[in-house]
């Protein structure tokens, strides 16, 4: 039976968008703190071209932490299994930017998704070059994905990023007083900062992941961009860690592999099927979308898509 995708999206949207308004802005980054919570979008790509969109769809957002996986894939490509001396592939159980697990592991990040192991996994794709010239790197292949060049940094949130980032600089510090940094704290930090203060909509979001549908190839240029065992692992990765100490109940829920960023935004990745992007600002306490995650598991369920029907 073939389902009807653009009903489900329909539905989920309809669902969820009760819910709108819910959960807490990212207050504690002055530029996010004023965004309208009521906002919300969904798209879904699918490998043929065909996109399926509701909402706010088209309105730019900041990604933030949903910028680690194109960061994590440019890096594995980059520097290969060698990423894996500086930073885990195990969930945290802590919060996003909790420093203590650094300590008692002698300042290897758990995994590249929480922010010590994004910090880290940035630091690697770096690889001696200018900071400048990574940040160009990153636009240009999610651009290019996206099938957008307008997409481009928020330096107004990249700005306030850095002013606000005390917590990210001691997690910084902290990796480099353990020898796992091989660059200078703050050119580390320049490119993770405006890594995340990356604006897409969810339709670009939503056609920049593809790849990871189509076993790291793009299905609309056909160039393979990672080795297809590599987009199989930053699936993994990305069911188990991203969303933090939330990441077990989303996979509960949803049944996806998903990052999470506390702008509010959420891409989904179903392999072999297609990638959905939800945005709305409004975050639960573990900083996931609280609306985006409703959105999530019932367009999940009624698709039934979830890796694990």
Same mark, same amino acid.
Request: aromatic residues 8%.
């Given at each position: 039976?073939?389902?009807?995708?653009?009903?489900?999206?329909?539905? #989920?949207? &309809?669902?969820?968008? !009760?819910?709108?308004? @819910?959960?807490?802005?990212?207050?504690?980054?002055? *530029? %996010? /703190?004023?965004?309208?919570?009521?906002?919300?979008?969904?798209?879904?790509?699918?490998?043929?071209?065909?996109?399926?969109? #509701?909402? &706010?769809?088209?309105? !730019?957002?900041?990604? @933030?932490?949903?910028?680690?996986?194109?960061?994590? *894939? %440019? /890096?594995?490509?980059?520097?290969?299994?060698?990423?894996?001396?500086?930073?885990?592939?195990?969930?945290?159980?802590?919060?996003?930017?909790?420093?203590?697990?650094?300590?008692?592991?002698?300042?290897?990040?758990?995994?590249?998704?929480?922010?010590?192991?994004?910090?880290?996994?940035?630091?690697?794709?770096?690889?001696?070059?200018?900071?400048?010239?990574?940040?160009?790197?990153?636009?240009?292949?999610?651009?290019?994905?996206?099938?957008?060049?307008?997409?481009?940094?928020?330096?107004?949130?990249?700005?306030?990023?850095?002013?606000?980032?005390?917590?990210?600089?001691?997690?910084?510090?902290?990796?480099?007083?353990?020898?796992?940094?091989?660059?200078?704290?703050?050119?580390?930090?320049?490119?993770?900062?405006?890594?995340?203060?990356?604006?897409?909509?969810?339709?670009?979001?939503?056609?920049?992941?593809?790849?990871?549908?189509?076993?790291?190839?793009?299905?609309?240029?056909?160039?393979?961009?990672?080795?297809?065992?590599?987009?199989?692992?930053?699936?993994?990765?990305?069911?188990?860690?991203?969303?933090?100490?939330?990441?077990?109940?989303?996979?509960?829920?949803?049944?996806?592999?998903?990052?999470?960023?506390?702008?509010?935004?959420?891409?989904?990745?179903?392999?072999?099927?297609?990638?959905?992007?939800?945005?709305?600002?409004?975050?639960?306490?573990?900083?996931?979308?609280?609306?985006?995650?409703?959105?999530?598991?019932?367009?999940?369920?009624?698709?039934?898509?979830?890796?694990?029907?």
């Amino acid at each position: 039976m073939t389902v009807d995708l653009a009903r489900c999206l329909a539905e #989920a949207y &309809d669902i969820a968008l !009760p819910h709108r308004g @819910q959960g807490k802005v990212a207050d504690y980054i002055p *530029a %996010l /703190a004023c965004v309208d919570p009521n906002h919300f979008g969904m798209a879904l790509a699918l490998p043929d071209g065909t996109m399926h969109v #509701a909402g &706010d769809a088209d309105t !730019p957002f900041s990604i @933030q932490s949903v910028s680690k996986v194109f960061t994590l *894939a %440019l /890096a594995l490509r980059r520097v290969g299994s060698s990423l894996w001396d500086s930073v885990g592939r195990e969930p945290s159980g802590s919060a996003f930017n909790s420093i203590v697990q650094l300590e008692t592991e002698h300042g290897i990040p758990r995994n590249p998704l929480i922010n010590a192991g994004a910090i880290a996994t940035t630091d690697r794709l770096i690889d001696g070059r200018d900071g400048d010239a990574v940040i160009e790197e990153i636009l240009a292949f999610i651009r290019a994905r996206a099938g957008d060049e307008g997409v481009d940094i928020d330096l107004d949130v990249a700005f306030s990023e850095s002013e606000t980032g005390a917590r990210n600089r001691s997690l910084t510090h902290f990796m480099d007083a353990f020898g796992n940094l091989r660059h200078p704290v703050e050119t580390t930090l320049g490119v993770y900062f405006r890594q995340c203060a990356i604006a897409m909509s969810c339709t670009q979001l939503a056609k920049a992941g593809l790849f990871l549908t189509m076993d790291g190839r793009d299905p609309r240029t056909g160039e393979q961009l990672v080795e297809p065992h590599r987009a199989r692992r930053i699936n993994a990765i990305m069911m188990l860690c991203g969303h933090y100490d939330n990441s077990g109940e989303f996979a509960f829920r949803v049944g996806l592999p998903g990052k999470s960023g506390v702008g509010g935004g959420i891409l989904c990745i179903a392999p072999g099927q297609g990638s959905i992007a939800v945005w709305s600002p409004g975050l639960n306490e573990a900083g996931t979308s609280l609306v985006g995650a409703i959105a999530l598991e019932h367009f999940a369920y009624a698709a039934g898509w979830s890796v694990f029907d």
